[in-house]
């Protein structure tokens, strides 16, 4: 095979491995989304979370759930919940596209966004929690794109990568966003190459458009315009642009 039909067959493959996810994920949307119209969606507490006064443990979550209307096919929305030892209240931090960009408690901690129920990216409780909790609020009260007009839902910074900024801060979390957290590949520290947060390995990305992670916490990932292709090995899975991950959970 001459060095053109093996580029062009190669390009081939990966253009469908980035594009056959997303048309699934498109027939999902079409076929089974019921989440209603946007401005009556439920968005109601999804009961992941207890009663402040039933757990006296600081406690640390970040959770994600599939965006509003067509952009669920390729995204999902993430945020960020933290509880000091016997707060008697949750504290939820989203970025978000309307008003003053970062949002604190502008819904129930754990409630469904728009309908979506959400899933549990990252977890942690007790002493740990504690000792993290002042790194994450101190990252929100520093984030710079914070101003009106700051949001822009591709390639970023999106609420994504407001949570991405909070997990480099805070490499302890060990926490990867799904590949489906699109936004999350914007050079939020300007640099467009260098070593990933973990420390495990390195990173190039142009503009959040186009990019290449590779480490042991973060596992191979390819962004092309967004869609993430990857592997991740540490917990062994799939990362495909618009169903998410296939495989272990990405729990600490």
Known sequence: MSPRLALLKSATIFLLLVFFPIGLSAGRYWLGESRGNWQTADRSSAGLLPLPSQHTEAIIRVYGARTVRWKAIFAIHTWIVVKEANASTYTRYDYTAWGEPIRTNGFAADARWFGAVPETIAAVDGPEASRLIPKIRHVVENYKFRAYGDYNAWPGPNSNTFVQAVLDAVPELKTVLPPTAIGKDYPYRGAWFGLTPSGTGA??????????????????????????????IRRPALKLPGIGRLGLTAGI
């Open 203 to 232: 990173y190039a990305s142009a503009g959040g458009y186009l990019g290449l992670t590779i480490g042991w916490v973060e596992g191979l990932e390819i962004n092309f315009l967004g869609a993430v292709l990857g592997l991740d």
